[in-house]
């Protein structure tokens, strides 16, 4: 196909002139070009004639001389007029020769890459030249070049290394035959690795970008002799394997017990868990494993977190026949608090408790087939289940309480709270927000530069003890003389108090970020004394008027509802049947409570109280129902459904509902 635009076009008096300035234009020989005649127009005094190229001897299909219109200063020929001027190249030189008379002198052109000079003028289209010119050419040289890029994974558990060389790349003239018109063009000379990068060199970059652990010795070296290397694992850190905790497994049927608010509950099995006999397996416990350390590529250490441990214990009817297995020692219904284990007897009442039978106090289970008389009182050591009335009448039980009838005018509780303990509690919790506090305070400090650049973390946490954090070891105090009381001095969290909180011990720490293994530490006190504190078990009824009601878990009504009741619940207050009552009375829950329908067309005050983060719905609630929550209140002035009670996080109570 022909490259050539269409329609080169040269005017002209007539067909000779237009030649003479195609020639001139394009820099080749008039004799040359192959046209055609476009118009020609002849006047009284004047003839004018326009002319297009079609071709140019000498051109090949391949294009080896293709003509470039866009740069006519490119062409070149084979042949020339033998009177014409010549340029020859040869072994980098330039040889001019002068034309003869008549002849047209040489024409020298350069390419972009090439600065040319002609009697110390700079060429920028082409010149015509004589042998007694001064012709210079310089060339353009590449320069070498080697690059060493290194990134890091978000994670900095990896980097990551590439490597490229680029050559010094140097050119001479291209040698050319004798023309009338020449380009002056280069070629390659010779090329010239750079030096590739010794392991020395990619381990003073690794340093400097503060890759300092687990570099690959020999990607290192492998990277020193390849030609190029593209995002290559030059390092790897050390990945944290984490702690597996202990596992409690439970033996007999029915050994978990964990009530969700939403699933639907058995409650005919609560107090019923089926027997053990003597001898038999109760709870195999299972050692976890502890975990390790990681490390990244910049060398800091990730710190594993502690395996969560149990201790077994065992109460009546049972023994640790080795450090992991608990085995009964006598028949009857197992049950367990925390990690301790109880196998209990059952003490059984056909019939009615009354005067004939006498109050009753056993240390295990209470089932009553009947009811519960005026003035009687029924006290267990485990759970009670009674599967009529209760009237003016008290029930107390460690475990949990069961009652398939009515209570009228009685009280029943259910758990029990070991006071000392709590208080410990409340000391650790305590101890746990204000390290929380402390680290946060370090943090900030360090972020905005405001200590010495000579002081260390552990002055500053000694400095803020002393100052901002006084209570801290004055809680810390406390609970070293509590543990050692109950347990040893070789506790851990003493050990770590004693050399990370007490006294002088802050300047024992190095980094701030020490203190929080002690955050987990006391996080595994907490959770192992919460589930040996507070038993959470439940009391289950149907209906409820003029009567007390308490319970360390949850209270829930199966049947009609309370009436005027006093009811107060550590964990939640759920009514069950649809159109349950609360009606009157005091309701008060630590998590949430849930109703169908509050208060009546009277108007009887009820109050529906929970904790600061608690809850309270009701699927209908009538004018004067209270709702409670922490300190806040909210008095309810007209018929309202789907209502929801809660804090934002703003800490304004808020009381979704829908007028009714």
Request: net charge negative.
């Amino acid at each position: 196909m022909d490259d050539r635009p269409e329609l080169q076009k040269f005017e002209g008096s007539n067909v000779k002139e237009c030649l003479k300035n195609a020639s001139l234009s394009l820099g080749v020989s008039k004799e040359l070009i192959k046209y055609s005649i476009l118009e020609e127009k002849r006047g009284l005094f004047k003839k004018h004639v326009i002319i297009s190229i079609d071709s140019i001897d000498g051109m090949t299909d391949e294009g080896s001389l293709k003509l470039d219109f866009a740069q006519k200063d490119d062409i070149k020929t084979d042949t020339h007029n033998e009177k014409d001027g010549t340029i020859e190249i040869k072994n980098g030189e330039i040889i001019v020769k002068n034309p003869f008379d008549g002849g047209e002198p040489a024409v020298i052109s350069n390419a972009n890459n090439i600065t040319l000079t002609v009697n110390g003028e700079k060429v920028t289209h082409r010149a015509n030249v004589k042998k007694e010119d001064i012709i210079e050419v310089f060339l353009k040289e590449d320069e070498a070049s080697r690059n060493l890029d290194l990134s890091t994974s978000p994670d900095n558990m990896e980097a990551y290394i590439s490597i490229k060389y680029k050559p010094k790349v140097t050119y001479k003239l291209k040698d050319s035959l004798p023309k009338n018109s020449v380009l002056i063009e280069s070629e390659v000379k010779e090329k010239n690795m750079p030096p590739k990068f010794t392991e020395a060199e990619i381990n003073n970059e690794l340093l400097s970008n503060k890759i300092k652990y687990g570099i690959l010795k020999m990607v290192v070296i492998k990277c020193s002799k390849e030609d190029e290397v593209s995002q290559l694992i030059i390092a790897k850190g050390k990945k944290v394997i984490d702690a597996i905790d202990d596992r409690l497994e439970v033996k007999y049927d029915g050994g978990h017990k964990d009530y969700n608010n939403d699933e639907v509950i058995d409650y005919k099995a609560i107090g019923t868990v089926e027997g053990v006999e003597k001898g038999q397996v109760l709870a195999v416990l299972h050692r976890g494993k502890s975990g390790e350390d990681g490390i990244d590529i910049n060398g800091k250490v990730l710190k594993c977190k502690n395996s969560k441990t149990l201790t077994l214990g065992v109460g009546e009817g049972c023994e640790l026949t080795d450090e992991f297995t608990v085995t009964a020692t006598s028949k009857g219904r197992p049950s367990l608090r925390g990690s301790t284990f109880f196998v209990y007897k059952t003490y059984e009442v056909n019939g009615d408790v009354e005067l004939k039978t006498g109050n009753i106090q056993f240390v295990g289970d209470i089932v009553i087939s009947g009811s519960v008389r005026e003035g009687m009182k029924v006290e267990s050591g485990n759970s009670i289940l009674i599967k009529n009335n209760v009237a003016e009448a008290e029930i107390k039980a460690s475990g949990d309480v069961v009652i398939k009838g009515n209570v009228i005018h009685s009280n029943i509780s259910s758990g029990k709270e070991d006071v000392l303990n709590l208080e410990f509690l409340n000391d650790i919790k305590s101890m746990k927000d204000d390290m929380l506090k402390l680290i946060a305070s370090v943090r900030q400090v360090k972020g905005i530069n405001l200590i010495r650049k000579n002081s260390s973390d552990g002055e500053l946490i000694k400095i803020l003890l002393e100052s901002k954090f006084k209570k801290l070891p004055q809680t810390a105090i406390k609970v070293v003389k509590r543990i050692t009381e109950l347990e040893n001095d070789e506790d851990e969290l003493v050990l770590i108090i004693k050399h990370k909180i007490l006294n002088l011990a802050p300047l024992n720490i190095v980094d701030f970020e020490e203190l929080n293994d002690v955050v987990t530490i006391i996080e595994n006190k907490i959770e192992k004394m919460e589930m040996n504190l507070k038993l959470p078990v439940d009391v289950v009824l149907d209906y409820s008027q003029d009567s007390t009601i308490k319970s360390s878990g949850n209270i829930i009504f199966t049947g009609k509802g309370e009436y005027v009741s006093e009811l107060v619940a550590s964990g939640s207050i759920l009514f069950q049947q649809d159109k349950g009552l609360a009606r009157g009375g005091v309701i008060k829950a630590g998590k949430e409570i849930k109703c169908k329908v509050v208060g009546g067309l009277g108007g009887v005050s009820t109050k529906l109280i929970v904790e600061k983060n608690g809850h309270i719905w009701a699927d209908v609630a009538y004018p004067n129902t209270r709702f409670i929550i922490g300190e806040r209140e909210y008095v309810l002035d007209v018929l309202s459904k789907n209502v929801h009670a809660f804090i934002d996080k703003d800490r304004e109570l808020i009381v979704e509902k829908l007028q009714g």
